[in-house]
């Protein structure tokens, strides 16, 4: 299965941005759909946003619709979150996802996950 390594999380004030990556390997990575999720202490892991495998169609959470772009690069095997105009209800750790078939906003799509790395957005 395909190896995820998420990087680009830390502490930011609320307006700033941030840029997540995910780094992908073990299997070939443009055959993968790929999406990110994430989960505040006490919360269930939720949907944030997801590309298709092409990267021609993406979805997005209402809450981060035009803060939040999700893109991938499939010659360097990575997929990026650019998150713009934080809140603090962003704060969460965030997942990178993958899998074979298509993309969605359900958690059980996906077989292959990252171990996450944390977004703090403070007042």
């Known amino acids: 299965q395909v190896r995820l390594v998420e990087s680009g999380g830390g502490l930011v004030q609320a307006g700033g941005s941030l840029r997540l990556s995910c780094a992908a390997s073990g299997r070939t990575f443009s055959s993968y759909g790929m999406g990110w999720f994430r989960q505040a202490p006490g919360k269930e892991r939720e949907f944030v946003a997801a590309?298709?495998?092409?990267?021609?169609?993406?979805l997005y959470a209402d809450s981060v619709k035009g803060r939040f772009t999700i893109s991938r690069d499939n010659a360097k095997n990575t997929m990026y979150l650019q998150m713009n105009s934080l809140k603090p209800e962003d704060t969460a750790v965030y997942y990178c996802?993958?899998?074979?078939?298509?993309?969605?906003?359900?958690?059980?799509?996906?077989?292959?996950w990252g171990q996450g790395t944390q977004v703090t957005v403070s007042s």
């Open positions: 590309i298709s495998w092409r990267g021609s169609r993406t």
């Open positions: 996802a993958a899998t074979p078939g298509t993309v969605g906003v359900v958690t059980t799509l996906y077989n292959n």
